[in-house]
């Protein structure tokens, strides 16, 4: 199925927006290249004369052969073909059973309540291995709470998981409901409940 004029006009101006020049309409791109979708079909309609909503990229991405854009949790990006420099997103995979992330005392109080969230980052950063997430952890803490997640059960339920190169998956939360706090041989330090 070709698209038709207007939306390859449209999706040529995206593409631009996404890969090139997003100072051009006005938007900030993350690590990740991605945008929040509302600011920028708002910027968009209020740079060109044609106004278009969510409905009409799904249409365009749906007529597309090359998976140009990917939408997810009310964020936008390019899957490819940047000029700008970003960090490209592999597809969201099924994550292992279980996956760890190494945090300091302080930080593991909070956790056992809130769960991981991303704070100033674009991720939470979980670990395929123990012994990587306790080396992520020592850089907060000597001896540092690792945190076991059922990666693939919040997978199931929604949570959309990004591997990467490096034995790091990428995750923008994990509830507290998923999350069992290790206890890692050698570490006499007491669970973050017990202090």
């Known amino acids: 199925?070709?698209?038709?004029?207007?939306?390859?006009?449209?999706?040529?101006?995206l593409?631009?927006?996404?890969?090139?020049?997003?100072?051009?309409?006005?938007?900030?791109l993350d690590a990740y290249g991605r945008v929040n979708l509302p600011t920028l079909l708002a910027q968009y309609n209020a740079h060109?004369?044609?106004?278009?909503?969510?409905?009409?990229?799904?249409?365009?991405?749906?007529q597309s052969g090359k998976q140009r854009f990917a939408i997810e949790n009310k964020k936008i990006w390019a899957r490819y073909?940047?000029?700008?420099?970003?960090?490209?997103?592999?597809?969201?995979?099924?994550?292992?059973?279980?996956?760890?992330?190494?945090?300091?005392h302080q930080s593991a109080v909070m956790i056992e309540t809130e769960g991981l969230r991303?704070?100033?980052?674009?991720?939470?950063h979980l670990s395929t291995t123990v012994p990587m997430a306790v080396s992520v952890g020592q850089r907060h803490d000597p001896h540092p709470v690792i945190f076991q997640v059922a990666a693939q059960q919040a997978a199931k339920e929604g949570f959309l998981f990004y591997p990467t190169e490096s034995q790091v998956w990428l995750?923008?939360?994990?509830?507290?409901r998923y999350l069992t706090v290790m206890h890692v041989a050698g570490d006499r330090s007491r669970r973050p409940q017990d202090t």
């Open 1 to 13: 199925m070709r698209m038709d004029k207007r939306l390859v006009k449209i999706s040529k101006r």
């Open 15 to 28: 593409s631009l927006a996404l890969r090139h020049q997003p100072d051009r309409l006005g938007i900030q």
């Open 48 to 62: 060109y004369q044609t106004p278009i909503d969510e409905k009409t990229i799904r249409t365009i991405m749906a």
């Open 81 to 104: 073909g940047h000029s700008v420099p970003v960090k490209l997103l592999q597809p969201p995979a099924v994550p292992p059973v279980f996956l760890y992330h190494g945090t300091s």
């Open 118 to 124: 991303k704070m100033d980052r674009d991720f939470v």
């Open 171 to 176: 995750v923008d939360q994990v509830p507290a």
